[in-house]
């Protein structure tokens, strides 16, 4: 047992929400209070949840339940769900931050709920015509690349292009302290004049951006190879992308055991490098980075891998705590929390 | 030194296209005509080409030079350079093709310019709006993934990804001889109605189409994991998703080599190891798939990458001679290429 939770705000879970819940968010948020001192706020249905928390030898200070029968499937049309479902885990979640009575959300549930019940119960921040989903992908020296937009809004025109980089470069500075982020623009060449419309368009936009320090075009290797700070393109290929490098990675994997594991003797040398291997994965591991902050609306929304396991969602908790704080502290233009008005119930 | 080549028509190389040409494109060249027995007609400037065979100790039996003193550069626009330059290297080597005097051509140049070059020497096969680069992706089981379209057409309408999974249908039966080829849509989703309105639109085509074993929206992972023998796309999200691959390749094994290097201890047992490492890496080397055939063209042409070494050379002249033998044999749509009248010198 670690250091108790300090005096702050809880982070709302959505319990409900992943390919693993309610067992493995209910996991994580002990693991989040008890190792990381951080109060956690389960919301989803009290009746599955409690038990759970029992077999982990709940109740816990710092560990309460609020609920919510109702839930989104991965499979459900997203806007028409969260409209419907007053009383759904992701839509209570972000109405307790809208109330100031959470600091941020976590979700592993259907992304797209998430987007919606945040846009719905939060509010875009002002000036923001569309939200965007900003992934860390994993680089070799472990400061991720931020990819912002990776599925929130597939055909967005050129302005939503400039509004990511504003938001991320807002981020970036308050959350990971870089005083001028580097904003490539996503695209098939790095010269000038390359892309799809939309590209060439937001290229024109974002070189003419003040409060941007643009860099210019840059292909989807920059990702992993960290010449860039976030990266900014539409949620299509942004999600192109982001797969595109996941099956790469497993495949890399999937070859790397079979060849290891061909023969007595490579199979007895390779365990010699089992902490090694372990490193290996870890550092490439997108658990480790936290899931993905929903930037442009009015609170803390980190979007986490549907198929988190118990450590990835403690390490969402832990990434939406450090993102609530300086944010607050900084004085961002986002509205404080609680100005905004409660919704119709 | 291997069988002598068979009596047959020559590849015609593009000796001066590529990062490292002309030494790596002579020495690919050589290995062919040496180990392969494939005939080739390197084209390009002689008196830079000569010294290079003889250093190798040409000249050799069915090794050929042709003299072509232009060359397109990579920064160059493509299709300007080519309307311009009659006699560079790309060029003179389609109109090898075109009068029946080579039977594919290889190119590691521009690809802009091998594209623009095969159009406006070779023609666009009939029924065909765009041509595609088809990338083979490397998969676990060794056979690729076809991704089409990788660079050629970055805003294409819908009926030109229709085009492709015709394409790409009609290669996959005749040069890999699969029945039925599984088409898939490149989406940011499995779902049908998810993705941009190209996406959706181009579902609806490919979901009517009688010819094509269209098997639904796929994302990006599916590349690597070897679920479609081919995936369409506009050329945009091609290239991100070839690029996110590549990025995260690098990313892999440059964390591997710096974990397995730490210590004394695992650099030592590493290097036990070594056999089995080559053997991944060269399972996922995409030299070893031989290049990306430009579908669509009359006529067989093969785009390598542009940092190909001799190897990678070599392996684009052996999978251009097995693309077109089929293709001759099996009487396709396409029109034998010594039927297409000669274009205006």
């Known amino acids: 047992m670690a ?29 989040a209070v008890r190792d990381h001192g951080i109060p956690v706020l389960l919301v989803g249905r009290v009746g599955e949840l409690e038990p759970l928390v029992r077999a982990l030898g709940g109740p816990l200070p710092g560990l309460a339940l609020l609920d919510a029968p109702e839930t989104v499937a991965m499979e459900e049309h997203a806007v028409a769900a969260v409209r419907r479902k007053r009383r759904a885990s992701i ?8 109330e100031g009575r959470a600091a941020a959300v976590v979700s592993a549930g259907n992304s797209g709920a998430v987007v919606a019940a945040a846009i719905f119960v939060l509010g875009r921040r002002s000036g923001i015509e569309r939200p965007g989903i900003a992934i860390p992908f994993p680089t070799s020296d472990g400061t991720p690349c931020y990819l912002i937009d990776a599925g929130a809004v597939v055909d967005p025109r050129p302005p939503v292009l400039l509004g990511y980089a504003e938001l991320v470069t807002d981020y970036l500075r ?49 990702l992993a190879l960290g010449a860039a700070d976030a990266v900014v393109t539409d ?41 090694a291997f372990r490193r290996v994965a870890r550092s490439l591991d997108y658990r480790e980075y936290g899931g993905a902050p929903l930037l442009g609306v ?4 980190i979007i986490a891998h549907g198929r988190s396991d118990a ?16 944010i607050e502290v900084t004085g961002s233009k986002k509205e404080p929390v609680d100005d905004v008005p409660p919704a119709p119930s």
């Open 298 to 301: 009015r609170g803390t929304v």
């Open 174 to 222: 308050q959350v990971r302290g870089l005083a001028r982020p580097r904003i490539g623009l996503l695209n098939n060449g790095e010269e000038p004049g390359k892309g799809n419309a939309l590209a060439r368009e937001s290229f024109a936009l974002l070189s003419a951006a003040q409060d941007v320090n643009f860099i210019g075009n840059v292909e989807a290797n920059v």
């Open 3 to 31: 250091a108790m939770p300090v005096a702050t705000l809880p982070v709302a879970l959505d319990a409900m929400g992943g390919d693993r819940a309610p067992r493995e968010t209910v996991a994580g948020a002990v693991a």
């Open 91 to 98: 839509v209570v979640a972000c109405q307790e931050v809208r």
């Open 311 to 326: 450590h990835a969602i403690t390490r969402a908790i832990v990434a939406a705590q450090r993102s609530v704080v300086p």
């Open 235 to 275: 949620g299509f290929s942004g999600n192109v992308a982001l797969k595109s490098a996941e099956g790469a990675a497993a495949l890399f994997q999937s070859v790397l055991r079979r060849e290891l594991t061909r023969s007595w003797h490579d199979k007895l040398v390779a365990a010699l490098l089992r902490p």
